[in-house]
């Protein structure tokens, strides 16, 4: 890959964001009478570490816990996914929780968040000892959910920036867009531009670029609801983004779109040295759960951009990485890299 990520192999990559329960009762009434709901381990970052881990790339997670045996459970299973959790802190009194029907996307009305007051919304600066979690770290993700809980957290997630930049750690960003989350009186424009100013790769798709970036949608371009149109318009937020924020060297955007009949499409891009790689379209008409898919092209996007792969082939992974996560229960993915690599040559979910 380019220079800018030469020599960046080596490091650990240090997730930043808040662990929670996924608890999905199914539409109808049966979880009660049958005393069951399923539970997953969830949270962005949470996803894009155990992908990372997956595929075999050293990684830490950085999260708040509280100090009891669900949360003693939590951590045995993130290591035991390959995961270091030496960052993580242990404070306050309760993990998050999210309910979501099986298929349903976080981001409509679906989702119900009961989180207010987890330990991780209540951090504040000066509780997590940057210095001892970022040591053997050389990238450092977050998403857009953190900001969204609060100011407090927020101002974590500019002390923690601080000090991931001054140490020279790549900086990756999702924008994850969750309109449920922003209740405290500051719009997502108002908060996430100076977070991004820090961040060497910028994540999500057009219409986050806008709402929580500023970024001009052209409705000239979406109003035409083609896959040519939405690659100029891609290629034009790509510009507009490096022009806004001059650290970002990289720039991905995805596209997830329903189409007649009932099928799913999906590609993503990538923007890069003045660049547009654009991924092959993946379609299907079974969708299994679409909770996790963006976190996987996220993490698909720091393992080729860590291992310097042709950005070409970068694109492609990260994109057959989400596509396939489309297919798969739960919040983790379980593919590994050769099931990756089935998905590009099949062009199609072929498990």
Same mark, same amino acid.
């Given at each position: @890959?380019?220079?800018?990520? *030469?020599?960046?192999?080596?490091?650990?990559? =240090?997730?930043?964001?808040?662990? @929670?329960?996924?608890?999905?009762?199914?539409?109808?009434?049966?979880?009660?009478? %049958?005393?069951?709901? %399923?539970?997953?381990?969830?949270?962005?970052?949470?996803?894009?570490?155990?992908?990372?881990?997956?595929?075999?790339?050293?990684?830490?997670?950085?999260? #708040?816990?509280?100090?009891?045996? $669900?949360?003693?459970?939590?951590?045995?299973?993130?290591?035991?996914?390959?995961?270091?959790?030496?960052?993580?802190?242990?404070?306050?009194?309760? $993990?998050?929780?999210?309910?979501?029907?099986?298929?349903?996307? =976080?981001? !409509?009305? +679906?989702?119900?968040?009961?989180?207010?007051?987890?330990?991780?919304?209540?951090?504040?600066?000066? @509780?997590?000892?940057?210095?001892?979690?970022?040591?053997?770290?050389?990238?450092? !993700?977050?998403?857009?959910?953190?900001?969204?809980?609060?100011?407090?957290?927020?101002?974590?997630?500019?002390?923690?920036?601080?000090?991931?930049? %001054?140490? +020279?750690?790549?900086?990756?960003?999702?924008?994850?867009?969750?309109?449920?989350?922003?209740?405290?009186?500051?719009? /997502?424009?108002?908060?996430?531009?100076?977070? #991004?100013?820090?961040?060497?790769?910028?994540?999500?798709? =057009?219409?986050?670029?806008?709402?929580?970036?500023?970024?001009?949608?052209?409705?000239?371009?979406?109003?035409?609801?083609?896959?040519?149109?939405?690659?100029?318009?891609?290629?034009?937020?790509?510009?507009?983004?490096?022009?806004?924020?001059?650290?970002?060297?990289?720039?991905? =955007?995805?596209?997830?779109?329903?189409? /007649? +009949?009932?099928?799913?499409?999906?590609?993503?891009?990538?923007?890069?040295?003045?660049?547009?790689?654009?991924?092959?379209?993946?379609?299907?008409?079974?969708?299994?759960?679409?909770?996790?898919? +963006?976190?996987?092209?996220?993490?698909?996007?720091?393992?080729?951009? *860590?291992?310097?792969? /042709?950005?070409? !082939?970068?694109?492609?992974?990260?994109?057959?990485?989400?596509?396939? *996560?489309?297919?798969?229960?739960?919040?983790?993915?379980?593919?590994?890299?050769?099931?990756? !690599?089935?998905?590009?040559?099949?062009?199609?979910?072929?498990?």
């Amino acid at each position: @890959m380019a220079e800018e990520f *030469k020599n960046n192999e080596t490091g650990a990559v =240090l997730c930043f964001g808040e662990v @929670m329960l996924r608890l999905s009762p199914p539409a109808d009434t049966s979880w009660l009478s %049958q005393h069951q709901v %399923q539970v997953n381990l969830a949270g962005a970052e949470c996803n894009v570490a155990a992908a990372l881990a997956k595929w075999g790339m050293r990684v830490k997670y950085c999260t #708040a816990l509280p100090g009891n045996n $669900i949360s003693a459970s939590v951590l045995r299973f993130l290591e035991d996914k390959g995961i270091d959790v030496s960052a993580v802190k242990l404070c306050g009194s309760r $993990i998050g929780l999210y309910y979501i029907e099986h298929g349903t996307d =976080l981001k !409509h009305g +679906g989702v119900i968040y009961d989180r207010k007051y987890s330990s991780f919304g209540e951090l504040q600066q000066g @509780m997590i000892d940057w210095g001892a979690a970022l040591k053997g770290v050389n990238w450092f !993700h977050f998403s857009a959910i953190n900001p969204a809980l609060n100011e407090n957290v927020t101002a974590v997630c500019d002390e923690a920036l601080q000090a991931a930049k %001054q140490q +020279g750690s790549i900086i990756s960003v999702d924008l994850n867009y969750r309109a449920k989350l922003w209740q405290y009186g500051k719009k /997502p424009v108002e908060v996430m531009p100076a977070l #991004a100013g820090y961040c060497d790769v910028i994540m999500g798709n =057009l219409w986050s670029a806008n709402t929580l970036l500023g970024i001009e949608l052209d409705e000239a371009f979406i109003g035409v609801n083609t896959k040519e149109s939405y690659l100029q318009h891609a290629e034009k937020t790509a510009k507009a983004i490096q022009q806004k924020f001059p650290a970002c060297k990289t720039v991905a =955007l995805t596209f997830r779109l329903d189409e /007649p +009949g009932g099928n799913l499409l999906y590609y993503g891009v990538l923007y890069h040295n003045g660049n547009l790689y654009v991924s092959n379209s993946f379609t299907s008409p079974r969708i299994v759960d679409k909770v996790g898919s +963006g976190d996987c092209f996220m993490a698909g996007l720091i393992y080729g951009l *860590k291992n310097h792969w /042709p950005p070409a !082939h970068v694109t492609e992974y990260a994109s057959a990485a989400a596509f396939g *996560k489309l297919h798969e229960r739960g919040d983790l993915t379980n593919h590994s890299i050769n099931d990756i !690599h089935k998905i590009i040559k099949h062009n199609a979910y072929c498990f």
